[in-house]
């Protein structure tokens, strides 16, 4: 890892070790033994939670700053477009009350899968389908038998993530550092999909305990957890859960 070799390089010089400053910021909820080198000048972590266990890791408490995960300012409120105007952005019509759920690319296979299962919600749904540059996942949902009550939007690279998450009612993915702390800025609760063990398990844990989220361990229970999350007010509480949990300004 970058902080482990200069760390490494500090050891072996002194003029590095005096002149060449060494920052590290936290990309997950949670702070690991992996998180912690010798001569690290200060660390940036994501919540309190994290600078406990880096103390209890030896870290000096002088040396942390509890910062949250670093974002563009543009995820800050009322710093970009209305939802309104992310909706259009997306060929979305704002007037259409269905909840817009957003399906972020985890691999096609699982993509194709997960989209399935989106497609059998018994709550009307407008999906969007973030697939990066996977071209061919686009056509193949294309060839998808959408129910009249359901619509679906692939969408490629997108560049404008804020006017995205800005668009979306429910967040559909794995559970990464970064895209938690884009979606708490603009309180978008998650749907948590086959998260990778270690770090992300560790991220779905911390948003499951404050109520932002639900998880799916098994995929063929998707569309119950999403009919689940959208009803009633369940969403909504989930939204003020994930936005507690938001640093904008970080």
């Known amino acids: 890892l970058p902080a482990q070799l200069l760390s490494s390089l500090r050891k072996k010089s002194a003029t590095l070790a005096r002149t060449l400053p060494l920052a590290l910021v936290l990309t997950d909820l949670d702070a690991q033994s992996m998180w912690v080198y010798q001569g690290v000048d200060r660390y940036f972590a994501p919540r309190p939670d994290a600078a406990h266990v880096l103390r209890a890791y030896g870290v000096r408490p002088s040396a942390i700053s509890v910062s949250g995960i670093p974002i563009m300012p543009s995820f800050a409120a009322g710093a970009d477009a209305t939802r309104r105007d992310a909706l259009g952005r997306f060929g979305l019509d704002p007037d259409d009350k269905r909840p817009v759920v957003t399906l972020l690319s985890s691999g096609a296979k699982l993509m194709l899968a997960a989209m399935e299962q989106l497609l059998a919600c018994a709550t009307p749904l407008r999906v969007l389908a973030l697939m990066g540059r996977q071209a061919d996942v686009s056509a193949r949902l294309l060839e998808l038998d959408v129910p009249a009550r359901h619509s679906l939007r692939p969408l490629t690279y997108v560049s404008e993530m ?33 998260p990778i063990p270690g770090q992300e398990t560790r991220n779905a844990d911390v948003v499951l305990a404050a109520g932002a989220a639900l998880k799916v361990n098994d995929l063929p229970l998707l569309a119950r957890t999403v009919d689940a999350a959208l009803d009633g007010g369940r969403r909504e509480a989930m939204a003020r859960a994930m936005g507690g949990l938001g640093r904008p300004d970080a």
């Open 162 to 194: 804020p006017l995205l998450l800005r668009a979306t009612d429910l967040l559909v993915g794995k559970s990464g550092g970064l895209i938690i702390a884009e979606a708490a800025a603009l309180s978008v609760p998650m749907v948590i999909l086959d």
